[in-house]
């Protein structure tokens, strides 16, 4: 009988849990380019300030279902009585700000599509449109925020998003695959961009 080796995989996603290691193989720094999908990742990144992620993807179910499945549109019209029901709601974050955030963020993400036609080309717009490729070889070398995510940041809060600091920022662009932070080892590393 042969025995399976597993692939090698970043530090944060190789110690067993299910759960981190399904996103890492199939979500992790794949470019996305669906504006309801980054807007999604642009919420969730935001909600996890202060908490760690596994604790939001094993909420992001509860999420969708919360939030209109991010639908943009919808989530802008949603109402403080909406919002205030949600509080009650185990299966997300229960924290005010947060969830009202959320809101703020879709009515700013609207007015972003009708000045760039799409969520997708404004984000991108950070990195010219095409993912930037790192080269770490050790978790130790990533990096938590970079000039980039600094930039992305002030121009975000200055549009009027929320919970948006240079960390989530990073997060973010790691997330959507506009940064390739996969460390040089990992198998999915020459995979993306």
């Not at 549009?159 to 932070?181: E, H, K, P, W």
């Amino acid at each position: 009988m042969t025995k399976t080796t597993e692939p090698s995989r970043c530090h944060w996603a190789a110690n067993g849990d299910a759960l981190m290691r399904d996103y890492h193989d199939t979500e992790w720094g794949v470019p996305q380019h669906d504006d309801r999908a980054l807007f999604e990742f642009l919420c969730l990144e935001g909600a996890q300030a202060g908490l760690s992620w596994r604790t939001v993807l094993a909420k992001r179910d509860n999420y969708r279902k919360a939030f209109h499945q991010f639908e943009i549109a919808r989530v802008a019209a949603m109402t403080d009585r909406e919002l205030e029901k949600l509080l009650l709601d185990p299966g997300i974050i229960r924290n005010r700000l947060k969830v009202s955030s959320t809101r703020d963020n879709a009515i700013v993400a609207l007015d972003v599509i009708a000045e760039f036609g799409s969520l997708d080309v404004y984000l991108w717009s950070f990195v010219d449109g095409k993912p930037l490729r790192n080269h770490w070889r050790s978790q130790g070398e990533v990096p938590a925020s970079t000039a980039l995510s600094d930039r992305m940041s002030k121009a975000l809060k200055k549009r009027g998003f929320r919970f948006v600091g240079t960390t989530i920022c990073y997060s973010l662009l790691q997330a959507t695959g506009m940064v390739n932070d996969h460390l040089v080892g990992c198998f999915r590393y020459g995979g993306q961009g």
